[in-house]
């Protein structure tokens, strides 16, 4: 597609219970990248993927939250045993190789909210 | 450890005046920097980045901004602000060890008609 798109765009859920958010990036682009932004916050960094692989998960807040990105194209965010704390948009932005030379796009989040 | 500050959680400014919002840079090494607009209940959207070459960038939506080295700044400006120009601003630098984008607060700006 033209963007990086996002699926749900809404999600609620109840506290406790298993969540999976999508992110279908630009086509070609090998970098992808998980933000989560709370309600009058900056995205805070979850996950870098390059590729098929995490090349840095130094964001992720604890072992509930894991994503994948099997074929190097579209990747899920799983949160497991959701907390009302997890409340919060879901980021995901995608690049072609590095960020930095290239730039990133971000889709148009998908809103979790934990009840 | 890169990061970025925005001083002004808020800029006010009336329409048709000049705007600035404010952001300085810590880094070890030449900065990448970028500026996003988020409007309501929308993603990220893409306004400049500095890389490297002229210190004055020009972005989308008539936006700028210049690099300044002395005082570690990346303020974004627009000589005439609008009504649509009213969203929430964040400045980002990028992390040259994992290619992560690290965000500021946030500054909201109200254009007054």
């Known amino acids: 597609g033209a963007g990086v798109s996002q699926t749900p765009s809404n999600k609620v859920t109840e506290k406790g219970k298993y969540v999976e958010l999508r992110c279908d990036p630009i086509?070609?682009?090998?970098?992808l990248y998980w933000y989560r932004q709370s309600l009058g916050q900056g995205p805070e960094f979850l996950i870098y993927?390059?590729?098929?692989?995490?090349?840095?998960d130094s964001g992720l807040p604890n072992d509930r939250f894991f994503a994948v990105r099997p074929e190097g194209s579209v990747s899920t965010l799983k949160i497991q045993r959701t907390e009302r704390g997890d409340s919060a948009v879901y980021l995901c932005?995608?690049?072609?190789?590095?960020?930095?030379?290239?730039?990133?796009?971000f889709g148009s989040g998908t809103r979790l909210t934990v009840v | 450890a890169q990061s970025v500050a925005q001083p002004e959680d808020q800029v006010n400014v009336a329409e048709g005046n000049p705007l600035t919002v404010k952001c300085t840079y810590s880094?070890?090494?030449?900065?990448?920097l970028f500026w996003y607009v988020q409007y309501p209940n929308r993603g990220l959207q893409f306004l400049l980045k500095?890389?490297?070459?002229?210190?004055l960038v020009k972005g989308s939506y008539g936006f700028e901004a210049e690099f300044n080295k002395s005082q570690t700044s990346f303020h974004l400006k627009k000589p005439s602000a609008l009504v649509s120009d009213s969203a929430l601003y964040f400045c980002?630098?990028?992390?040259?060890?994992?290619?992560?984008?690290?965000f500021g607060t946030g500054t909201r700006l109200q254009v007054f008609p």
């Open positions: 500095y890389i490297t070459g002229d210190n």
């Open positions: 880094v070890s090494g030449n900065p990448y």
């Open positions: 980002a630098v990028r992390d040259m060890d994992t290619d992560k984008l690290i």
């Open positions: 086509s070609g682009h090998t970098a």
């Open positions: 932005a995608s690049s072609f190789s590095g960020g930095g030379n290239y730039g990133y796009t």
């Open positions: 993927f390059q590729g098929t692989g995490a090349a840095d």
